[in-house]
């Protein structure tokens, strides 16, 4: 059973800056596409950000040029840089590690970390 830990939330004021760790111990990361997902209090879940085993990334747009998502599959880990952070942005951020194969989907998450924005 694979697991996904995240780290680097924390309280920041608005137009902080933080970055997000997730670091997978399953197998293959590399071919895993990795995502970022947030939820705030009575909102649903909502996708961030994502990126490809090549590479490819896609944003949502309330975060586009404000987030920047990486990985690193020598220590198979993916990062959010998250910038310019505004009051809205408070939720928690989960890691999501996914895979499909000729038997099924590969589905991970992790416990989440928490950002709030506040002054």
């Known amino acids: 059973q694979g697991q996904l830990v995240e780290s680097g939330g924390g309280l920041v004021q608005p137009g902080g800056s933080l970055r997000l760790s997730c670091t997978a111990s399953?197998?293959?990361?590399?071919?895993?596409?990795m995502s970022w997902y947030r939820q705030a209090p009575g909102k649903q879940r909502e996708l961030v950000a994502s990126i490809t085993s090549s590479g490819s990334t896609n944003y949502a747009d309330s975060v586009k040029g404000r987030f920047t998502i990486s990985r690193d599959n020598t220590k198979n880990t993916v990062y959010l840089q998250v910038n310019s952070l505004k009051p809205e942005d408070t939720a928690r951020y989960y890691c999501n590690g996914q895979r499909f194969t000729t038997v099924g989907e590969y589905n991970y998450w992790g416990q989440g970390t928490q950002v709030t924005v506040s002054s």
């Open positions: 399953f197998s293959i990361f590399s071919i895993y596409t």
